[in-house]
């Protein structure tokens, strides 16, 4: 495969990557699609929850029949295997690179913004973002016997300044806390703040869709529904009886552990679908939140259904 370098830094300018970022339910993937068939794209997906194989109607994934270009970044991994922002960043950039020799455009889609940074940005990870860490292991166990909070409460002992920017319910985020402080000598919160001043390192154009708050909550309950009528449930059920509860309780897991929660009858399934809206529109409001820093992105105005117009305002900002 070829190398950025092989590639040529005249070819890499010609052919910036069409970001196409936003909250949850806002119209990414369709938008992504329908300019990359403008263009002569191909599509590759951002979201930290489509790398997993079999969770399909929870993470909204186009389904293989309604992909009209090829799409990359969909069903990488297992449930529950790890993953990380590292390993994406070198998956994406082999994709660029492999899009680009063949002549074709590359539109990065996701609502998964570390992901989008790691692929555009000059991100160097360190060690410890890698799989197979002990210091992960022994952090991830911990708690898995003592629970959450008792994670985050033992961060907020050994490091605070990075557990006040971390959510005791993100486990991930607190383990890789753990790592930097133990690995590698820094914190988290340190590592956050110079994240916001990485250089650009891919030839890209951002694209953001901004959908009011009444209306994008709107969609998103409506979206749940749609989830549900389509299958969720079984989805569940049988990503479970394939063995996979591990990764589908995983606290990221939206609309998934919720239904495990049901069927374990910790709930009823009527309170399992609210929680679900109640999550969604919680994880869409920290997506907007991260995207609205970065003063790169082009907003659109994706409020009504008019997907044309959408379009040709995504274009006005893309040059041949």
Not at 84 to 91: G, K, M, T, V
Request: glycine share 6%.
């Amino acid at each position: 495969m070829l190398t950025l370098n092989a590639l040529g830094e005249s070819q890499i300018e010609q052919t910036p990557v069409i970001c196409v970022v936003g909250p949850t339910a806002s119209g990414k993937s369709d938008l992504a699609q329908n300019i990359a068939q403008a263009i002569d794209g191909e599509v590759v997906s951002a979201d930290s929850m489509q790398i997993y194989k079999g969770m399909d109607i929870g993470t909204g994934k186009l389904l293989p029949s309604e992909r009209l270009v090829p799409h990359f970044g969909l069903d990488l991994i297992n449930p529950g295997e790890p993953y990380s922002a590292a390993l994406f960043q070198d998956y994406a950039r082999s994709c660029f690179e492999d899009i680009w020799s063949r002549g074709k455009r590359v539109v990065l889609c996701g609502g998964t913004g570390l992901y989008v940074r790691a692929a555009i940005d000059a991100y160097d990870f360190p060690k410890g973002e890698q799989v197979n860490n002990p210091t992960r292991d022994k952090y991830t166990r911990y708690a898995e016997q003592h629970g959450a909070d008792a994670l985050w409460e033992l961060l907020r002992e050994r490091d605070p300044e990075s557990a006040l920017v971390l959510h005791p319910n993100n486990v991930r985020r607190v383990v890789r806390a753990f790592e930097m402080l133990e690995d590698e000598g820094t914190n988290y919160a340190t590592q956050l703040k110079n994240l916001a001043q990485l250089e650009q390192e891919i030839p890209a154009i951002f694209l953001g869709l901004q959908v009011e708050p009444d209306s994008l909550r709107e969609r998103i309950n409506r979206r749940v529904d749609e989830m549900v009528a389509q299958g969720l449930v079984k989805e569940v059920k049988d990503l479970l009886n394939s063995g996979f509860r591990e990764g589908v309780t995983a606290p990221q897991a939206i609309g998934y552990k919720e239904i495990v929660a049901a069927l374990d009858e910790n709930c009823s399934m009527a309170e399992a679908i609210e929680e679900i809206k109640t999550s969604t529109r919680r994880y869409a409001k920290r997506q907007r939140t991260w995207f609205r820093k970065d003063t790169r992105i082009h907003w659109l105005d994706a409020n009504d259904d008019m997907r044309h117009r959408l379009l040709d305002s995504a274009l006005n900002y893309i040059k041949d």
